[in-house]
């Protein structure tokens, strides 16, 4: 069974703080993805990565940064946390074929106050 | 641009048929998935079409039209269970792997 997992399922920060929200998958996937999701909005892309030290943007990365030094393991960071970036945070892995599904984690629910 | 449009909300009976929509117009096209998200979960795959017709996988069936952007899950025999939101999304990437953009999602309410 595939697992990804999220650090967080529930994370309060305060304005100006800075974040890390991490990600692991199990399952050797190539490609890794961070999403948010807000009612009304839908899942967006932030960042995802097709390989170790590689990263692309989303169609909403202002304010985020990545860091994928392992396999494995795909990080979402706030370098500044502001009260429009609280939402639910989704992490994903999949293989690197076109058809390949999305796995995906519980997600980190982050408030920022 | 692109753009992906699904019905916000829909409600069937239970046993029923339902079909909901997913319409797009985005500058590629790699492919089309479906994913179903219970409330408070993550979302989880249920189809993936990227030639003309229909897929079928049990109680569960997609259609794809390239030509006209258009795509439709089919949901059989409805069970309470099958309540959850409905994500159509589309593969527009260009490098390896695929680049989704979703819809913003339908919710089914299933009443017995």
């Known amino acids: 069974d595939v697992k990804v997992t999220q650090s967080s399922r529930y994370l309060v920060k305060r304005t100006g703080e800075k974040v890390f929200l991490e990600c692991v998958q199990d399952m050797d996937h190539e490609n890794m993805f961070w999403y948010r999701q807000d009612p009304g909005l839908g899942l967006r892309l932030i960042y995802f990565s097709y390989d170790v030290k590689m990263k692309e943007k989303g169609d909403i990365p202002e304010g985020y940064s990545v860091s994928r030094e392992k396999k494995e393991r795909f990080s979402l960071i706030l370098e500044s946390a502001s009260t429009n970036q609280t939402s639910m945070y989704l992490c994903?892995?999949?293989?690197?074929?076109?058809?390949?599904?999305?796995?995906f984690g519980p997600g980190t629910r982050l408030t920022v106050t | 641009g692109q753009n992906i449009d699904q019905p916000t909300e829909m409600t069937a009976t239970e046993g029923a048929i339902v079909q909901i929509n997913c319409t797009y117009q985005t500058s590629g096209f790699n492919g089309l998935f479906w994913y179903q998200q219970h409330a408070g979960e993550a979302p989880t795959f249920l189809s993936y079409n990227v030639l003309d017709g229909l897929e079928e996988k049990g109680r569960f069936s997609s259609f794809l039209s390239r030509s006209k952007g258009y795509s439709y899950l089919l949901l059989k025999e409805l069970q309470m269970k099958d309540s959850a939101s409905y994500l159509c999304a589309v593969d527009m990437g260009t490098g390896g792997g695929n680049k989704l953009t979703f819809g913003t999602g339908t919710q089914l309410k299933v009443e017995l």
């Open positions: 994903a892995s999949s293989w690197s074929g076109r058809r390949d599904e999305q796995y």
